[in-house]
């Protein structure tokens, strides 16, 4: 539902890798690598600081390990 769409939208992102870590039972080793990941986009952005390469092959190690495939990223 439209409504549904703009609940979930309004959640912040912080609290949204909680929700799904949550809801598909993932590891507080995946909860943490995703806040970690979280933050380190959050610098990029905002204080142009580029994630390091730990970081980096943190995102590329969680993608591959749910199979989730580049595409459905852009």
Do not use: M, T
């Not at 959640?11 to 970690?36: A, G, P, R």
């Amino acid at each position: 539902k439209k409504s549904d769409y703009y609940e979930i939208a309004a959640i912040n992102l912080e609290k949204k890798i909680d929700l799904v870590c949550k809801e598909y039972n993932l590891s507080s080793d995946v909860k943490e690598k995703l806040h970690q990941i979280r933050k380190a986009r959050n610098k990029w952005f905002h204080y142009g600081k580029k994630p390091d390469s730990k970081i980096i092959n943190d995102l590329l190690s969680v993608l591959e390990q749910y199979e989730i495939k580049a595409d459905i990223l852009i």
